[in-house]
């Protein structure tokens, strides 16, 4: 199956921002639907830039971003009932109190719920102290309470920290995948792989991981060197 038959959730194309020495410049960027897609790249490679470009947290870029498959054609009301973001910046004005935080996203968000965000309170034991500002709070309890409050949310975008590696990141996302079968990918991850044949297999297999790859094409033929005698004795093209 081939990546232009899947529908995108976001689809970010000729998307361009300029920093100083620093160039964020993307062609064409598709999340597809029904999959869990990691960013993954080098410090300072602009991953979280485009995290919140895409989650409309930043608006002054070039290009054009699209969700849900073309329905929505800019960020509105709509798609940021549906997306949620959670990174390890403060998403609440400083001085708002807990019990603010509750009332102000009651008023913005349709898909708030009162009662999980009070048992929220409760489970991160902050529940007696709702006059505190979010400001005094840890960044991972305000990144839970900021990750819960607009649930159902059909897009996770997650942040997973300026230094973490690979394996570092999945775990940090396990949360929300839960005991689900998923797939993982890098950022540059371009194949035409059948992902329904390659689920099936995965399930047949008994496996707890399946790892696709490919065999590279060699870029240098072989010398086969007696070393005694320093004479070549013979020579293999590049490995196919």
Known sequence: MLASEYKNVILAENLRKKYKGFQLDIPRLGIPKGFSTALIGENGAGKTTLLKILTGIRLDFHGEVSYFDGKEKKINGNVQERLGYTGPGSYFLPHWTIKQVEEISELLFTGFHRDRYQALCREL???????????????????????????????????????????????????????????????DGVSNIDLHALLHRHRDSGKVVTLTAIQPGGR??????????????GFKEKAK
């Open 220 to 233: 240098f033929g072989v010398l086969q060197l007696d070393h005694a005698t320093g004479n070549v004795d």
């Open 125 to 187: 034991g902050i529940d007696g102290s709702l006059t505190k500002d979010v400001k005094s709070l840890s960044d991972g309890n305000r990144m839970t309470i900021h990750n819960n409050i607009a649930e159902p949310r059909k897009i996770t975008l997650v942040d997973t920290g300026l230094h973490a590696q690979t394996g570092c990141r999945i775990k940090r996302v396990q949360k929300y995948i839960g005991d689900e079968t998923f797939m993982m990918t890098y950022g």
